[in-house]
């Protein structure tokens, strides 16, 4: 069984700060790309970042230069380092991955971006 845990979301201000997780199980974590999309309200869900198993990564336009997506193969965990948060940052950040041909997502953990 394919699970996917997402921690590290809160409250910060513009400009600031923070480290999204994900821990996965139930996969050979190693061979999967690993992607962090997100969905803020009243918006359709949009890929963030992505990381193959090369260690090659890819970015929304929108977060260039601000957020770092890595993974650690020996922990099952792929992060995203998000700085100089925006406002429209704001979302629910969801990790995923697809093995065959069925997509996994964790429960989603909140970042609102706010004075």
């Known amino acids: 069984q394919v699970q996917l845990v997402e921690s590290g979301g809160g409250l910060v201000q513009p400009g600031g700060s923070l480290r999204l997780s994900c821990t996965a199980s139930g996969i050979m974590f190693g061979i999967h790309i690993m992607n962090w999309y997100r969905q803020a309200p009243g918006k359709q869900r949009e890929l963030v970042a992505a990381i193959n198993s090369a260690y090659t990564t890819n970015y929304v336009d929108s977060v260039k230069g601000r957020f770092t997506i890595s993974r650690d193969n020996t922990k099952s965990t792929v992060s995203l380092q998000m700085n100089s948060l925006k406002v429209e940052d704001t979302a629910v950040y969801y990790c995923?991955?697809?093995?065959?041909?069925?997509?996994?997502w964790g429960q989603g953990t909140q970042v609102t971006v706010s004075s």
């Open positions: 995923n991955t697809i093995r065959g041909t069925t997509g996994y």
